[in-house]
């Protein structure tokens, strides 16, 4: 499988959703990144942080999704324009059950299990996800894959 096609595929699911909020998703890779992967559960982990970047992104904004192949790694990066993640929360983000706005549960539905899986899932990849984030900018989130290299 290709990062790209799974990538492509998880944004056209998810491309409704974001035009009831009358928001875009760029999509743009410089590489088909090849890897050796259960394309279910990635597919779920890409969609739990998109999902996420459209539902915490206001109305009319654009959401950003790169792919480019770094050496032998596969680099995903989505990029939204929502709230931030406070420097104090950006480190538990990805535990489980953790939610940085607890009010803002009720509101959006959330369970505090999405990064959590998607941390689940990237490293049974033996990959990384991180985050850079500040507040009133948007976060982007970096899922990193090691590729399937031919000859090895």
Known sequence: ITLRDLTEDTLRRLRPLAETK??????????????????????????????????????????????????????????????????????????????????RSRETGGTGLGLSIVKQIVALHHGTVTVESQEGTGSTFRVELPMEVKGE
């Open 22 to 103: 009358n928001q875009r998703i760029r999509f743009s890779a410089q590489d088909d990144c090849p890897l050796f992967a259960d394309a279910t559960r990635l597919q779920q982990a890409i969609y739990n942080i998109v999902d996420n970047a459209i539902k915490y992104s206001p109305e009319n904004e654009t959401i950003r999704v790169t792919l480019e192949q770094r050496g032998k790694t596969a680099v995903l990066e989505i990029a939204d324009h929502g709230p931030g993640i406070p420097a104090k929360d950006q480190p538990h983000i990805f535990d489980r059950f953790y939610r940085v706005d607890k009010a």
